[in-house]
């Protein structure tokens, strides 16, 4: 909108004290503009060391969790060394065990055979045996006749009847030796049946035993194999952990010297940025000066609007003081009390009823001077804002995003810009600071306010914000 559009005019003045009021004012929006990129930078700065913090609380838990790695696998090392060489020794003493039962084993075969032979030969013994007794019963049947025709020869058969008797004798002795011999060799069948039995099953045995002993070498050559695995194992990851151990070592004072590198940056930040303050704090005065001076600059006309609008809430405010509408004491309240729910917090105090009266129509008429005017309000010596623009005066929802942006009254705005509007006592504070558009995007403000009196004492402050084109 051009000048055409304006209600009011700029007023004519000194050339060269318009002049020094337009540098002062672009002198103050440079300063801010830097202001502005220093806080960025600042913030930058200030989110790289929270986040070198971050890598140094990690860098701090990979070495402590490397240091436990290579303890854990320096002792798994030595007891997968000491698991190999006792698989070694056990190895050995298997193998030389499973020898000897093979050996066992092999005899106990033999010694099977062999109780068969024996068993075999006794069967040999016990029929000629058998056949032995056969012969003495029949030789004792003879002897038998021959002692009969012996008795019957009278005298003349009386020396073969001797005879007879001895080879009867002998007959019998024989009998009772095959029976003794008989009975003998049943109880020795007997063991050597019952040793046949056992040692068939014990033979059995002993053929799985051979079977199986090739079988119990090769699982123990697997036991040795995968161990040896597992100490070569232990002994790539020891060397890994040794190499991050080294690699984290390096990266330590890495990260402690960009770390002390990014503090002296944002202390160099800090001071920047006290000093440019100061140059903001300058260049209002400047400002100021040469508009005291008689200088008129381009924010003249808001400067004695907001100095007149000023003046006029203090007249309706020191009159509702007279009239008995509000005591003085509540009108300079600052028990800011919390309304419960709200988010962004809002408050109230014992004056909020009175200025939601009195102040829109002194705030809601300011609007309408310049197209660029964003908002007018009046605050108290803390900043606190009871009655906004309509247009920023919302019932709040349940999004804190939208009732941020449209229900600011109410707020306390304690910002810089803000306390610094509410306490000044000069006859205007000129002010430029940057706008939070959101998504990273500022626009560039101008602030002009003019304090508030009643009774000739200092109440706050009415602001007129604009944009600065």
Same mark, same amino acid.
């Given at each position: 909108m051009g000048a055409a559009a304006r209600v009011e005019t700029d007023p004519p003045g000194d050339a060269a004290l318009n002049r020094l009021a337009d540098l002062s004012a672009g002198l103050g929006y440079e300063i801010v503009d830097i202001a502005g990129f220093l806080d960025t930078l600042d913030e930058d700065a200030n989110a790289q060391l929270s986040a070198l913090g971050e890598v140094r609380g990690q860098l701090g838990q990979v070495v402590a969790a490397n240091e436990a790695v290579h303890g854990v696998v320096a002792e798994m090392g030595a007891s997968t060394h000491r698991t190999l060489e006792a698989v070694g020794e056990s190895i050995t003493v298997v193998r030389d065990a499973g020898a000897r039962s093979q050996t066992i084993a092999r005899w106990v075969q033999d010694l099977t055979e062999k109780v068969r032979q024996v068993a075999a030969s006794l069967q040999a013994v016990q029929s000629?045996?058998?056949?032995?007794?056969?012969?003495?019963?029949?030789?004792?049947?003879?002897?038998?006749?021959?002692?009969?025709?012996?008795?019957?020869?009278?005298?003349?058969?009386?020396?073969?009847? !001797?005879? &007879?008797? /001895?080879?009867?004798?002998?007959?019998?002795?024989? %009998?009772?030796? @095959?029976?003794?011999?008989?009975?003998?060799?049943?109880?020795?069948?007997?063991?050597?049946?019952?040793?046949?039995?056992?040692?068939?099953?014990?033979?059995?045995?002993?053929?799985?035993?051979?079977?199986?002993?090739?079988?119990?070498?090769?699982?123990?050559?697997?036991i040795a194999e995968g161990v040896r695995a597992a100490d070569a194992a232990a002994g790539r990851i020891q060397a890994e952990a040794e190499r991050m151990q080294a690699a984290t070592d390096q990266v330590g004072p890495a990260v402690t010297r960009i770390d002390t590198a990014v503090g002296t940056t944002i202390d160099g930040l800090a001071q920047a940025r006290a000093r440019v303050n100061a140059l903001i704090d300058r260049g209002e005065a400047i400002s100021q000066a040469s508009v005291a001076a008689g200088g008129v600059s381009t924010d003249g006309r808001f400067i004695a609007r !907001?100095? &007149?609008? /000023?003046?006029?809430?203090?007249?309706?405010?020191? %009159?509702?003081? @007279?009239?008995?509408?509000?005591?003085?004491?509540?009108?300079?309240?600052?028990?800011?009390?919390?309304?419960?729910?709200?988010?962004?917090?809002?408050?109230?105090?014992?004056?909020?009823?009175?200025?939601?009266?009195?102040?829109?129509?002194?705030?809601?008429?300011?609007?309408?001077?310049?197209?660029?005017?964003?908002?007018?309000?009046?605050?108290?010596?803390?900043?606190?804002?009871?009655?906004?623009?309509?247009?920023?005066?919302?019932?709040?929802?349940?999004?804190?995003?939208?009732?941020?942006?449209?229900?600011?009254?109410?707020?306390?705005?304690?910002?810089?810009?803000?306390?610094?509007?509410?306490?000044?006592?000069?006859?205007f504070l000129l002010q430029v600071y940057r706008r939070d558009m959101g998504g990273g995007s500022y626009a560039m403000m101008k602030d002009v306010s003019a304090p508030i009196r009643v009774g000739g004492k200092h109440w706050g402050a009415l602001r007129l914000a604009y944009s600065h084109q």
């Open positions: 000629s045996n058998s056949e032995i007794a056969d012969i003495a019963r029949h030789v004792n049947i003879l002897a038998i006749n021959a002692k009969i025709e012996a008795a019957r020869a009278g005298d003349s058969g009386r020396g073969f009847g !001797v005879v &007879a008797e /001895a080879i009867n004798d002998l007959s019998r002795k024989t %009998a009772t030796a @095959a029976e003794e011999i008989a009975s003998n060799l049943g109880d020795l069948s007997g063991w050597v049946d019952g040793m046949q039995r056992d040692s068939g099953q014990i033979a059995g045995d002993a053929s799985a035993v051979i079977d199986n002993s090739s079988g119990i070498d090769r699982a123990l050559n697997g !907001v100095q &007149a609008d /000023a003046a006029r809430l203090s007249g309706l405010l020191e %009159a509702a003081v @007279a009239q008995g509408r509000i005591t003085r004491e509540d009108l300079f309240d600052h028990d800011y009390r919390p309304i419960e729910g709200s988010n962004p917090q809002q408050f109230m105090t014992r004056f909020t009823g009175l200025t939601d009266r009195l102040f829109p129509e002194v705030q809601e008429a300011a609007l309408t001077i310049d197209p660029r005017v964003v908002f007018c309000v009046a605050i108290d010596t803390n900043g606190y804002l009871p009655t906004h623009n309509r247009k920023f005066s919302q019932p709040q929802r349940n999004d804190v995003a939208w009732n941020t942006a449209n229900c600011r009254n109410r707020r306390i705005f304690d910002d810089r810009v803000g306390l610094k509007a509410g306490r000044n006592q000069m006859p």
